[in-house]
T-cell receptor, first 116, second 109 residues
């Protein structure tokens, strides 16, 4: 299984809602990532989990809260978002978290988030 | 920032023609990768070239890397309508990928 799955595919939420994005991989990868992508822009790294521990937080606002319950799952909890947070949220995984790794990243299809 | 800059931003060609996209970056890298993204969907890894490699081939794809100029190119030969997508270069430093701005390729039948 070389697939990264993400749910839901689409999400519309109000600024007072709490919602969660989910990501799953069964490739035995030990690094998982959250990216945010605005229209016609490149993906921007938000968080990196390495061996289930948060290793990189790219100064993401606290209204985004990542969680890695186990080596196959990655969640992104959303609370009190702003309309400018509307974007495609991509999850990815790779075999090796870092160092002199030559690993590619496998991406999920993304969750299209709209904040009203 | 070691963000890559792709050139051109948009490219429109006919089926059967070759498409060349260029990428420049700013700092030293571990490797450089190219990804494809169909409209509004996830990215698909195409090819990876290590910092000590100069050229790599995969099917209809040819990638070159010039670390002295901090640049790379992606050539897609004999393009097909299905190649229509955005193409991103991504540079790998120690632990993360940084994506360039991308080239939107349109291949017309």
């Amino acid at each position: 299984d070389t697939e990264v799955t993400q749910t839901p595919k689409h999400l519309v939420m109000g600024m007072t809602n709490k919602k969660s994005l989910k990501c799953e991989q069964h490739m035995g990868h030990r690094a998982m990532y959250w990216y945010k992508q605005k229209a016609k822009k490149p993906p921007e790294l938000m968080f990196v989990y390495s061996y289930e521990k948060l290793s990189i937080n790219e100064s993401v606002p606290s209204r985004f809260s990542p969680e890695c319950p186990n080596s196959s799952l990655l969640n992104l909890h959303l609370h009190a978002l702003q309309p400018e947070d509307s974007a495609l949220y991509l999850c990815a995984s790779s075999q090796d978290p870092g160092g002199l790794s030559y690993n590619e990243q496998f991406f999920g299809p993304g969750t299209r988030l709209t904040v009203l | 920032s070691q963000q890559g800059e792709e050139d051109p931003q948009a490219l429109s060609i006919q089926e059967g023609e070759n498409a060349t996209m260029n990428c420049s970056y700013k700092t030293s890298i571990n490797n450089l990768q190219w990804y494809r993204q169909n409209s509004g969907r996830g990215l698909v890894h195409l090819i990876l070239i290590r910092s000590n490699e100069r050229e790599k081939h995969s099917g209809r794809l040819r990638v070159t890397l010039d670390t002295s100029k901090k640049s790379s190119s992606l050539l897609i030969t004999a393009s097909r309508a299905a190649d229509t997508a955005s193409y991103f270069c991504a540079t790998r430093g120690y632990s993360t990928l940084t994506f360039g701005k991308g080239t939107m390729l349109l291949v017309s039948p």
